[in-house]
């Protein structure tokens, strides 16, 4: 008989929820001030935890913060396995974006950061973030390959310029100054903004994409 394994104990779980909690806060506060402004004292009074307590979970700012881009990309890999199979692969593509972009107006932090950014370094050596990214990236070109190959995305751009080009726009201040205006909807913010995205990228007869760079001559990504 297979004896069930144990359940963690009380303060266990109470330390994984506070832990999850002081994740979830500097992933709002990242989006909301940035990783320079945010602070240590920001996320404990958002919290409602001692200063004292985060070390408990954390070695400081950079460790947290590379926490939240992990579960930022842990959760995009989320919303890539809830995508219906039945959908082409540019509706799923419009969905990502859409999705992402969404994001924006609840100050939720971008996939992709500066490459200015103090947290470039430690997102460069957390392991977890870039074996994530990785994954759903792969996922992602997949889908640019299928719309490239129906004809619905421009097939001269090279795959990953086009994922980077989406991927960059998690960090598109577009949605939020519309926003700001007070004269638009959010849904007509996010139509909009996925058709000006998905119009640059689209197929179109007569219009050519300038020609790739020899390899080895692009920048790399910055994460």
């Known amino acids: 008989m297979n004896t069930p394994p144990s359940r963690p104990s009380f303060k266990a779980q109470m330390h994984q929820a506070r832990e999850e909690a002081i994740v979830a806060a500097a992933g709002r506060l990242l989006g909301e001030k940035g990783f320079e402004a945010m602070t240590l004292d920001d996320v404990a009074a958002e919290v409602g935890v001692a200063k004292a307590s985060l070390y408990k979970h954390f070695a400081g700012k950079d460790d947290l913060c590379a926490a939240a881009m992990v579960h930022a990309v842990d959760r995009l890999q989320g919303f890539l396995q809830s995508v219906p199979p039945g959908q082409s692969a540019i509706e799923r593509l419009q969905a ?7 994001l924006q107006l609840t100050d939720e932090m971008p996939l992709l950061l500066s490459r200015n950014s103090g947290l470039a370094g430690p997102l460069r050596d957390c392991e977890r973030y870039q074996a994530s990214l990785q994954t759903a990236s792969a996922r992602i070109t997949t889908w640019i390959v299928e719309a490239q190959e129906a004809g619905q995305l421009n097939a001269q751009w090279p795959p990953d ?3 980077w080009a989406l991927l960059a726009r ?4 577009l949605p939020a100054m519309l926003r700001a205006t007070g004269q638009y909807t959010d849904a007509r913010i996010l139509d909009w903004a996925v058709e000006t995205c998905f119009g640059g990228l689209a197929a179109q007869q007569g219009v050519s994409a300038p020609a790739a760079p020899a390899p080895g001559c692009s920048p790399a990504p910055g994460y």
Do not use: E, N, Y
């Open 170 to 173: 998690s960090a598109d201040p």
């Open 161 to 163: 310029v086009v994922l």
């Open 96 to 102: 990502l974006l859409r999705w992402m972009l969404s």
